[in-house]
C-alpha cells in the first residue's frame, strides 16, 4: 500500500514565523501535491512537482513556496506565517503514468493554527 | 459558477438506507474520482471512472460522460460511512490537475 507522511498532524505557530511542513511517500511516485482544505471551499492547490527539483504553481501559490530535493520529500513552506494560512494541509503523490490519469494518494493531513 | 457541482452538500439518512450523491461538471474529462474523507482529516480513493459503472462492496460509482453528470450510490448504508464524500476531475487540458467539488457530508445515523 502506498504510505503518504505528513510530519505533524497539529501544528500552532505564530505570526512571521517560517513554517516548514514535510511529506513523504514511499512508493517512488513523480508527482506529489500540496493541497489546503478550507470549509466549504473544497480542496485547492498551492503547489505541485512531477520530478525532483521541479514545481508548478497551483491555484493559490501567494505566501507559499515549495521544495523537492528528493524523489520521495516535497515541503511546503510558508515563508512568514500570517492568520489568514490557517487551514488543513493535505500532501498527496500519484504516478506519472505517460499521460493517463492515475488515482492520488493523501496523507492525513496537517492541521496548521497561526496565531 | 464552479466547474464540479456536488449535491446535496449535506445528506443525513438512516441506517439501511439507499444512498444517491451527486456529481455534475462542465469540462471536457478524461477521468472523474470519487474520494471519501473521515472526521481527522485522511482522504481515500475509492473510485476513478472514465465510462460506466464501478461497484466495490455496497459502493457503486456511475458515469454519463454525454450529460457531464456521474452518481455515487451506497447501499445498506452503515454509520460507518459517515464522511465527506468528494467529486473530482480530471481535466483534458492537464495530466496533473484536478478540479475538486466542494464535497457532500454524509451522516448516516443508527
Known amino acids: 500500500d502506498v504510505k503518504v507522511t505528513q510530519s505533524s498532524r497539529y501544528l500552532v505557530k505564530r505570526t512571521g514565523e517560517k513554517v516548514f511542513l514535510e511529506c513523504v511517500q514511499d512508493?517512488?511516485?513523480?508527482?506529489m501535491f500540496w493541497y489546503r482544505q478550507d470549509p466549504g471551499l473544497g480542496l485547492r492547490l498551492i503547489y505541485f512537482?512531477?520530478?525532483?527539483?521541479?514545481?508548478e504553481k497551483g491555484d493559490i501559490p501567494e505566501g507559499y513556496s515549495v521544495s523537492r530535493e528528493k524523489k520521495e520529500r516535497f515541503s511546503l513552506i510558508l515563508e512568514s506565517a500570517s492568520t489568514n494560512q490557517t487551514s488543513m494541509y493535505l500532501c498527496?503523490?500519484?504516478?506519472?503514468?505517460?499521460?493517463?490519469?492515475?488515482?492520488?494518494?493523501f496523507g492525513d493531513g496537517t492541521r496548521l493554527s497561526i496565531l | 459558477k464552479n466547474e464540479v457541482e456536488q449535491s446535496p452538500q449535506n445528506l443525513t439518512a438512516q441506517e439501511g438506507e439507499f444512498i444517491t450523491i451527486n456529481c455534475s461538471y462542465s469540462v471536457g474529462i478524461s477521468a472523474l474520482h470519487w474520494l471519501q474523507q473521515h472526521p481527522g482529516g485522511g482522504i481515500v480513493s475509492l473510485f476513478m471512472l472514465s465510462s460506466g459503472k464501478k461497484k466495490h462492496g455496497r459502493l457503486i460509482a456511475t458515469i454519463n460522460i454525454q450529460e457531464k453528470h456521474s452518481s455515487l450510490h451506497i447501499t445498506a448504508s452503515h454509520p460507518r460511512d459517515s464522511a465527506v464524500y468528494i467529486c473530482?476531475?480530471?481535466?483534458?487540458?492537464?495530466?496533473?490537475?484536478?478540479?475538486w467539488g466542494a464535497g457532500t457530508k454524509l451522516i448516516i445515523k443508527p
Open positions: 498527496a503523490s500519484s504516478l506519472q503514468g505517460r499521460g493517463l490519469n492515475q488515482p492520488q494518494h
Open positions: 512537482s512531477y520530478d525532483v527539483k521541479m514545481k
Open positions: 473530482a476531475v480530471n481535466n483534458m487540458d492537464s495530466n496533473y490537475q484536478l478540479i
Open positions: 512508493m517512488d511516485h513523480e508527482n
